[in-house]
């Protein structure tokens, strides 16, 4: 069992996964990565895909639980998606094996690798070129709404509010990348500076920073 957080650990479940939980769940009612249970109906022209170009080479620098770098994999695209909670990654990378071991995923798992560190440090050692970088950093929860997802609850409680989003996103742009894309709830404003584009979906705003676009170049001038 490993815990980052005295609430929170990771363990295995009756059924061999590794699961995320609160220390006092009964073994079996935590959260567990199972791609089996991501809808792809549609995902070549989600919002998601979109936003990102299309196929490409993408790295998704907030893994979190990996449900979008599975969509942006099941849609074509070779994914490097890097994650620096230790206890987030294990359970992570424990689904994305038994995907690797299953036929019907196989090949989307194929296109999704893994790696374990800070974003902020990792964007300027990567090697080749990417298509697009996306950022899902975690925001504050919105006061008097619905409980969030127990899954969204849990990565919270280990990795907190992500307070150094701005670094990330100058990171990003510190990169030759030609476009980065951030997720952000409807209500939340921009990081940093007004986006080139905005992609809405039903429940998120995707900002996009792309090519010879203004919002691109002042975030590579304040990266500089
Ligand atoms: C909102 S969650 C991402 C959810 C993810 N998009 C999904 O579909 O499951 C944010 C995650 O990004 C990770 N994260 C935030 N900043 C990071 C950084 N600089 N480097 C690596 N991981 C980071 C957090 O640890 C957290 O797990």
Redesign the pocket.
């Known amino acids: 069992m490993v815990g980052a957080d005295p609430q929170v650990v990771a363990r295995i479940d009756p059924d061999g996964r590794m699961e995320m939980a609160w220390s006092d769940d009964p073994c079996g009612h935590g959260v567990c990565v199972d791609f089996r249970r991501v809808s792809l109906r549609g995902v070549a022209k989600s919002a998601l895909v979109r936003a990102c170009g299309g196929r490409g080479r993408i790295v998704?620098?907030?893994?979190?639980?990996?449900?979008?770098?599975w969509l942006l994999s099941a849609a074509g695209s070779d994914v490097c998606a890097?994650?620096?909670?230790p206890i987030?990654l294990r359970v992570l990378a424990d689904g994305l094996q038994r995907a690797r071991d299953d036929a019907r995923m196989s090949v989307v798992a194929a296109r999704l690798e893994l790696q374990d560190?800070?974003?902020?440090e990792l964007l300027s050692k990567l090697r080749g070129e990417w298509t697009a970088i996306y950022l899902?950093?975690?925001y504050p929860p919105k006061h008097g709404s619905a409980l969030a997802q127990k899954s969204i609850r849990l990565?919270r409680a280990v990795?907190g509010d992500?307070p150094?989003?701005d670094a990330?996103l100058l990171a990003a742009a510190a990169t030759r990348t030609q476009r980065i894309v951030v997720?952000r709830p409807h209500r939340a404003p921009s990081l940093l500076c007004p986006p080139d584009a905005q992609i809405e979906s039903k429940l998120v705003r995707y900002d996009i920073y792309a090519g010879a676009g203004r919002g691109l170049r002042t975030l590579r001038e304040r990266a500089a």
């Open positions: 998704d620098a907030t893994a979190g639980l990996g449900g979008d770098a890097i994650e620096r909670s987030v560190g800070d974003a902020i899902d950093p975690m990565v990795v992500d150094d989003a990330l997720k």
